[in-house]
């Protein structure tokens, strides 16, 4: 079945320094992918929605700015957070439907598990 | 505003008992979805219920839509220590796939 690649699973950075993670669908072509962030403890929130060949769309609240998005063919997407700082640390977990598939669920990532010292 | 609304949030139960999660929204939806997450683990689906009336069934789970009343259930049966997880619901209430979820229900299944 449909399968959705994140990378990497965990990464450790400095405030100040930015990270890029990757989203790929492995078996499909997703024009569209989306951004989730969640808390410990708490569910998932939708941060964007990323649009292959355009700009991504932000949910309120989420700075674009310093959540760069990428969607640069049909089988990836690339969240940067830059300047990231503690308060960024969280797990984020991306998703991509396949649309050839009515009925297909909504694949996601194993997600990513940020820790910003 | 887009609201899911799930309860309980925690539900500590007994092997073999049965019991239902429930989970409420706020707008017109044409999908619903019910994932489960282990521990520091991604999202796990469990079922896609798309219209009126669906019931779907996977072993000792069973979910179902109500659209009329913006309800869905999940349905434990004969529970094992084995489904203790958070379960989310999620809607699509934009027909665009970005979901909006419940805030879980923290299920705890004691021998």
């Known amino acids: 079945g449909a399968v959705v690649s994140q990378h990497p699973s965990w990464v450790i950075c400095k405030s100040g320094t930015s990270v890029k993670i990757e989203c790929r669908s492995l078996d499909f072509q997703a024009t569209t992918m989306f951004w989730y962030r969640q808390f410990p403890k708490q569910s998932l929130m939708l941060m964007a929605t990323s649009n292959e060949g355009s700009k991504a769309t932000y949910e309120q609240g989420v700075e674009k700015d310093k959540f760069l998005i990428n969607h640069a063919s049909l089988t990836l997407s690339t969240l940067t957070v830059t300047s990231a700082h503690p308060e960024d640390s969280s797990f984020y977990i991306c998703s991509a439907s396949n649309r050839a598939s009515s009925n297909s669920p909504l694949h996601f990532g194993n997600g990513t598990r940020l820790t910003v010292t | 505003e887009l609201k899911v609304e799930q309860n309980p949030l925690f539900l500590s139960m007994q092997e073999g008992k049965n019991y239902t999660i429930y989970c409420n929204y706020s707008t017109t939806s044409d999908r619903l979805y019910w994932y489960r997450q282990d521990p520091g683990k991604s999202l796990e689906s469990l079922f896609v219920?798309?219209?009126?009336?669906a019931v779907k069934q996977e072993g000792r789970l069973m979910a179902s839509l109500d659209t009329k009343a913006r309800l869905s259930t999940l349905h434990i049966t004969a529970a094992v220590h084995d489904l203790s997880a958070t379960y989310f619901c999620?809607?699509?209430?934009?027909?665009?796939?970005?979901?909006?979820f419940g805030k879980g229900t923290h299920l705890i299944i004691q021998p």
């Open positions: 219920l798309l219209s009126n009336g």
């Open positions: 999620a809607v699509d209430m934009r027909g665009a796939d970005g979901l909006t």
